[in-house]
């Protein structure tokens, strides 16, 4: 029976994968910001809660983020850049993230297979951008992509069995899309947590650092 750390317990993928790991017997614990106060942007807040539990587990997941921010809607091109929204984007989905991996070796076993999964996006990808627009959320995902594959190599240094990667999920219906599910096919969270456990469960050390979506298919940087 594994341990799983799930960040963003109150959200719509995040509940969900709390529902699926304690479904498979795993011991759970959630944090977010609705339930317990866990401000992934602040990093006393980070240091606080974490540094309270009672580590490591064998599956950490990041599943914090937001698309639309204090109502700011993804830019439809370069022109309607706003300087705040884009920091806000860039402070939620790539710093709070990083503040989470600044903990990583302390979160997972020193022996022993351990995954920490960080929940991207497809649109963060620089080689499958075909349309443009979205600019901040884009450049935030493609952030949390490098900080993602750099902490990765250092974590391997003195957790070989480890696996550290980022993850989409796929369009999922949660309030986060519900504006822009006419334009993408979308599946239940419940789905999508069990798309994500899955390929959480069948990587291998080797493939530690690399970006991968809900089939386990690798997604281009």
């Not at 809607?73 to 309607?80: L, N, R, S, W, Y």
């Not at 550290?164 to 504006?179: K, W």
């Not at 947590?193 to 050390?205: F, K, Q, S, W």
């Amino acid at each position: 029976m594994g341990k799983t750390l799930i960040i963003g317990a109150s959200g719509g993928i995040g509940a969900a994968l709390v529902t699926a790991c304690a479904a498979r017997g795993e011991v759970v614990t959630g944090l977010s910001r609705n339930g317990d106060g866990f401000d992934i942007t602040d990093p006393a807040s980070v240091a606080r809660h974490l540094d309270a539990l009672d580590r490591p587990y064998d599956r950490v997941v990041v599943a914090t983020g937001a698309l639309v921010i204090e109502g700011a809607e993804p830019e439809k091109t370069i022109k309607a850049i706003d300087s705040k929204a884009m920091l806000d984007q860039f402070r939620l989905n790539a710093v709070g993230p990083a503040l989470v991996l600044a903990r990583a070796h302390g979160m997972l076993p020193r022996r022993g297979r351990g995954v920490l999964a960080v929940l991207s996006a497809r649109v963060g990808s620089i080689g499958d951008n075909r349309m443009g627009g979205w600019i901040s959320y884009r450049a935030a995902k493609a952030a949390v992509n490098q900080i993602v594959h750099t902490a990765a190599i250092e974590l391997a240094r003195s957790h070989r069995e480890s696996i550290c990667v980022a993850l989409h999920p796929g369009t999922v219906e949660t309030p986060f899309t519900t504006d822009y599910l006419a334009r993408h096919p979308a599946v239940p969270p419940a789905e999508a947590a069990e798309n994500l456990v899955r390929v959480m469960d069948g990587l291998t050390p080797a493939q530690t650092g690399g970006f991968y979506d809900w089939a386990g298919k690798e997604v281009a940087w």
